[in-house]
């Protein structure tokens, strides 16, 4: 099926519009392309897909890939870097001045004697390839989908966070491999590369990364791209590609949701089952992110047992009044940024009409403007919000989306927006400079 059977009015967050695992769908192109499709309702409910797809009977015949954004196609780095699906030009250029510029870098020469190698090296040194990184581990699959934040660019019209899910894709590793195995068969081995559509497992693993990951790649047959590779190989083999869940036993997609208290909980669970940065980058760069998970664990779990303090303090221990008294002055001084804002509204006004052309537009239909600045300044996480990158850069973008509802000159708008978030953070450092002389 296209579409749910039980369908009803398209949903905002795009996954609740998929069926509950494990049936499937292709209810949208242009975001699942032709790969079934469906959702579990959360990342805890995982672990009755793998106890399905890892079975005894079945193990080692899926690989899983884990995607961050749940609109990212299956698209390896060469393919995004020229826009298309790779040439058979293009790859073999890209493989030469890799070689070549290999020289005097290598320890191990043998990696020059393998196309599929040297890729795979590449690959794991940032070399834009035709090679798409897959685990046979679930789990792994699981925290790669989950181990970096949202970006702040994944806004929506309200400024809040459009990637509504994440997503994991199962693929059909064996079914693959014995087709390659096949046609291998009626061809001569030099004349396979970039043909057929395959599963590539390199031989050397200098940093072990591939060990550690349960790692693997697919490389697609030039000018293609992996799902129409396999709708071809799936057509040829007599199966029925317009049965989806027929399909989706050989590539699917499943949507985890995103929910702002997700990622932590999940790569809490996936650290005790040990994986994590250190364990599947053994290198400097995991050990650094191993670090960078142990610290981000620390303040979260400080902060939530400040959270907790408060909380026992305002139910009314009376030794503690004093306490009381800073928590509370301190969340009405963050609350109070919308006071400080529609003061100086004329301000911001006045940053909008920086010359003529932008000075035309209405200040009536400005204002649904000015009102969400200021909402969004009232809601913004803790003190000296406008003290964070991520935070402004989201302001920036959010304004930018809130004059694209009005008439305002497309190309004012990046100006406008960074005048007026910079006006944000100053007066709001303002008012909180001033808070603090008063107390």
């Known amino acids: 099926m296209d579409i749910p059977k039980d369908h009803k009015p398209e949903n905002e967050k795009y996954y609740l519009n998929l069926p509950v695992w494990p049936e499937f769908a292709i209810y949208n192109k242009t975001v699942d392309g032709l790969i079934p499709s469906c959702r579990i309702e959360s990342w805890e409910e995982f672990d009755r897909v793998v106890a399905y797809y890892c079975d005894n009977d079945s193990e080692g015949h899926y690989v899983f890939r884990g995607q961050k954004h749940y609109k990212w196609e299956l698209e390896p780095t060469l393919d995004r870097l020229v826009g298309h699906a790779v040439s058979e030009e293009i790859a073999k250029k890209q493989l030469k001045n890799f070689r070549l510029s290999t020289r005097g870098r290598l320890n ?7 196309d599929s190698e040297l890729w795979a090296l590449g690959q794991h040194h940032g070399l834009a390839t035709p090679l798409l990184d897959w685990s046979l581990s679930p789990y792994v699959s699981l925290f790669f989908a989950f181990e970096g934040a949202d970006d702040p660019t994944w806004l929506d019209d309200n400024g809040d966070c459009s990637n509504y899910s994440r997503t994991i894709f199962i693929l059909n590793r064996h079914f693959i491999e014995d087709e390659y195995e096949k046609a291998l068969e009626n061809s001569e081995p030099e004349n396979t590369e970039g043909q057929y559509l395959r599963i590539v497992e390199p031989a050397i693993d200098d940093h072990g990364r591939l060990v550690n990951q349960a790692g693997l790649f697919t490389f697609a047959p030039y000018d293609e791209k992996l799902e129409s590779s ?3 190989l799936l057509s040829e083999k007599g199966i029925d590609v317009e049965d989806v869940n027929e399909v989706a036993k050989y590539i699917c997609c ?18 005790k089952m040990n994986i994590h940065h250190a364990s599947i980058f053994p290198d400097l760069i995991g050990s650094s992110g191993y670090c960078n998970d142990l610290i981000r664990e620390a303040v979260l779990a400080k902060k939530k047992k400040a959270s907790s303090q408060d909380i026992r303090l305002s139910e009314g221990a009376p030794e503690n009044k004093l306490s009381v008294q800073v928590s509370i002055s301190e969340t009405s001084s963050s609350n109070d940024y919308d006071v400080a804002l529609q003061s100086r509204r004329d301000e911001l006004n006045e940053a909008l009409s920086f010359d003529e052309q932008v000075s035309a537009v209405s200040y009536y239909r400005l204002a649904p403007v000015i009102d969400f600045i200021i909402d969004f300044a009232k809601s913004a996480p803790g003190i000296d919000w406008y003290k964070k990158e991520n935070l402004l850069a989201k302001l920036r973008i959010s304004i930018s989306h809130q004059l694209r509802k009005t008439e305002y000159p497309q190309e004012q708008i990046p100006v406008a927006a960074k005048n007026l978030a910079n006006i944000v953070a100053s007066i709001c450092a303002e008012h909180d400079s001033l808070a603090e002389a008063s107390v």
């Open 254 to 271: 499943i949507h985890v949701p995103n929910e702002p208290d997700t990622r932590n909980k999940c790569l809490k669970k996936l650290h």
């Open 230 to 232: 396999l709708y071809t």
């Open 108 to 114: 191990d020469k043998s990696v020059l004697s393998s």
